[in-house]
């Protein structure tokens, strides 16, 4: 079962726009402005990752929403963020080491 994911849990952030890879809780992250699920988004379904300053066309959503991208030809890398984002949230979550 999932651990309760609350304002304070550590997420690993990653963006697709400028690949920026940040662990943050889940307030710091909405603060600085991500796209990120829980606040923004659902875990599991893709949709834009992304940090503060990057906007949405670089992500895989929107590449497939325009048909830049079709989801039956991905790349290693495109296949692997669908990977992450469908094992969300345990696949980004941050464990504590203390
Ligand atoms: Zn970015």
């Known amino acids: 079962m999932t651990d309760e994911i609350t304002e304070e849990t550590v997420l690993r952030h990653i ?3 400028c690949g920026k890879d940040e662990n943050l809780t889940v307030a710091e992250a909405f603060e600085a402005g991500w796209d990120y ?4 988004g659902v875990f599991g379904v893709v949709s834009p990752r992304t940090c503060g300053e990057c906007g949405i066309e670089k992500t895989l959503w929107w590449r497939i929403q325009t048909g830049e ?4 030809d991905l790349s290693s890398e495109e296949m692997e963020f669908i990977q992450r984002v469908v094992n969300e949230p ?3 979550l941050v464990k504590e080491e203390k």
Request: glycine share 8%.
């Open 15 to 17: 963006c697709e726009g």
């Open 69 to 72: 991208v079709r989801p039956d």
């Open 37 to 40: 699920p829980p606040r923004l």
């Open 90 to 92: 345990e696949s980004i």
